[in-house]
Every structure is written in C-alpha cells, then in structure tokens.
C-alpha cells in the first residue's frame, strides 16, 4: 500500500504516469508497505498465463528474494525508477523516504534493487549510471544500506501513517536495533540469484 499522500500524475511523454507526493513526505516515512492485497505469484504461474497477461506482470511486478513477483494492487506499480532515487526498500518488506519529497515530486525507486531480469537503458539523469542491471543490488547494496540507515534515524520522529500494517514482530525487531545503534538488515537480503 502506498502513503496515503501520494497519487498518480502524468509525468511527459517519455515516462508516462507516476507517483506524487500531495503533501511533504519527511526523509525516514514510511511510502510502500507489502500488504495481503498485493498479489505474490510464482514464476510457474506466471508462465502459465496468457503471453498479454504476462507481459503485464512484467511490466508492473518486482521480484523478491525468492525470485516471485510481486504485483502491487495500488499506485505502487506507477513508481518510476530513478537512479537518485528518493524511496528505497528495506530489508522488512516495506519502504521509506530516503530524503525529504516535497508536494509535486514524484516518489522513485532504483529498480536495480527490484531483481529485473534483463538489463534496460533508462534516462539519464547525470548519475554515471544509464543502465540498470540485475546484478545492481550486488554493486551498489553498500550505498543502498547507507542511505536507508541515515533515514531510519528519523523513523520514530516522524508520522507513519503505514506503520500498523507492519507486523509487530518487525517493528520490535527494528526498534531494538535502532536503540541500540545496530546496523540494520543490508538491502542485499532482497537479492534473487537466477538459476
């Protein structure tokens, strides 16, 4: 489920549509929660089905560390990839504003985190990436982790609108860590190693 601040805009031509921030997100909210409406299918299921429909599971699913795919029921499969990505997820099925989004900004994702298949050009942004590639999540977790510790500090200062559709098993689990200084689950705990 989305942040509850957030709807579908066109964005140009080139990108289509995507997600924007209605009101200011502060660095450290949560944006995206797995919730029981997403749809998780296996890559069995996903060949089964007809080549149109597949190719719509392609389009608007990730994959997560099991190599399934996750089609988001709501705005979250509008989510545009950005290689200045102002969303990361976590390691606990949810994510968060790695930075402040402002009203008007779209809400962003690496998809070099996302366990794509094949590599795709995207626009570049200045970045020195122009290509996103599966084996992204290995090259760039390090980064990735630091970004996500930085803007957990803020995670019990700021409203969490999406923080009872965690499980309190998470959230003890990440409150113990951050009181404690610890280090957070690495981001590569999403990796998928294609066989």
């Known amino acids: 489920m989305m942040h509850p601040d957030t709807e579908v805009r066109f964005i140009n031509e080139i990108i289509g549509y995507g997600v924007v921030a209605k009101k200011f997100i502060p660095k450290g909210t949560i ?3 797995q919730d029981p409406l997403d749809r998780v299918l296996t890559g069995g299921e996903v060949e089964r089905m007809h080549p149109h429909v597949q190719e719509q599971v392609d389009k608007y699913s990730f994959r ?3 190599g ?3 089609l988001c029921w709501d ?3 509008y989510v545009n990839h950005s290689f200045n990505a102002n969303c990361l997820s976590s ?3 949810f994510e968060v504003a790695v930075r402040d989004i402002q009203p008007g900004e779209q809400l962003t994702d690496d998809y070099g985190y996302l366990n794509i298949s094949e590599p795709f050009k995207a626009v570049d942004e200045g970045t020195g990436r122009d290509t996103v590639y599966p084996d992204d999540l290995l090259k760039y977790h390090e980064e990735w ?3 996500l510790q930085d803007a957990f500090e803020n995670f019990e200062q700021v409203e969490q609108p999406l923080k009872q559709l965690i499980s309190s098993n998470v959230l003890e689990k990440l409150k113990t860590k951050l ?3 610890e280090p957070l ?4 705990n999403l990796y998928y190693r294609e066989k």
Request: hydrophobic share 30%; glycine share 0%; aromatic share 12%.
């Open 185 to 188: 689950d690495s981001i590569l």
């Open 91 to 93: 390691a606990y099925d």
């Open 75 to 77: 705005l979250a499969k």
């Open 179 to 181: 009181s404690q200084n």
């Open 31 to 33: 944006t995206w929660v």
């Open 64 to 66: 997560n560390n099991k």
């Open 68 to 70: 399934e795919y996750v």
């Open 145 to 147: 982790d630091r970004q």
